[in-house]
């Protein structure tokens, strides 16, 4: 267990939608990062927050997006489901900005859109 | 940019025998960390071993060891005394100095036969 939780495990709606994905780090951490795992594209980094701030951004689409709330834990908002948009969502988080602090992950939330 | 890639798709290795799993990168950066994560089935991310560029003295975490060459941006795992459950998915992943996101490569599947 690596002390991060995200809910819900497993989403399952339609095209056109609109989803939200929670994560709650480890205590203390206060980086917060979104991957995208699919078939397609395999492993990416969507966005990075520090203590409620963006910090950096990959490849993320117009329709998502993301924020960092006060008491640390993050969402992930995902609009106008399209059927590529099915992968498994993993959130990391770190204890501060530095690339050798390890990130640990989430066990992912897997979202399917039909 | 920067790009990760692990060009075998599957390995395979019988219990107890040592397999090692490749890696290259291409970056233009100085400072930058290497990773390699586990993916079991369950789908969880779990960080194996990492390396700093920096550091000439190749990393080891218990039966896990990499072979850095960083002239030739090479990054390989070698797995010894392999077990039943190293039997997963391994990715490679790269971070610059500057910023922490993790850019990964396509990842290896590894069987271990009884």
């Known amino acids: 267990d690596s002390g991060v939780t995200q809910t819900p495990k497993h989403l399952i709606t339609a095209t056109g939608q609109r989803v939200t994905l929670r994560c709650s780090p480890r205590s203390g951490d206060l980086s917060v990062y979104w991957y995208q795992q699919s078939l397609d594209q395999g492993l990416q980094f969507l966005i990075q927050?520090?203590?409620?701030?963006?910090?950096a951004k990959g490849n993320i689409l117009e329709r998502f997006s993301a924020q960092q709330f006060p008491d640390l834990h993050s969402e992930l908002n995902l609009s106008s489901l399209e059927l590529g948009d099915s992968a498994l969502y993993f959130c990391?988080?770190?204890?501060?900005?530095?690339?050798?602090?390890?990130?640990?992950f989430g066990p992912g939330t897997r979202l399917t859109v039909l | 940019a920067q790009t990760v890639t692990q060009s075998q798709p599957e390995m395979s290795v019988q219990e107890a025998e040592t397999v090692t799993l490749s890696c290259t990168y291409d970056?233009?950066?100085?400072?930058?960390?290497l990773f390699w994560y586990k993916q079991p089935p369950s789908r969880q991310m779990i960080l194996v071993i990492r390396?700093?560029?920096?550091?000439?003295q190749n990393a080891t975490e218990n039966r896990f060891s990499v072979n850095f060459q960083k002239a030739a941006k090479s990054f390989s795992l070698k797995i010894s005394d392999s077990q039943l459950g190293d039997a997963a998915m391994y990715f490679c992943?790269?971070?610059?100095?500057?910023?922490?996101?993790?850019?990964f490569g396509k990842g290896i599947t590894l069987s271990v036969r009884p």
């Open positions: 992943a790269f971070a610059t100095g500057a910023n922490s996101k993790l850019t």
């Open positions: 927050y520090y203590n409620g701030e963006e910090r």
């Open positions: 390396q700093e560029a920096y550091k000439q």
């Open positions: 990391a988080s770190s204890t501060g900005l530095a690339t050798y602090n390890e990130q640990f």
């Open positions: 970056t233009s950066e100085s400072d930058y960390y």
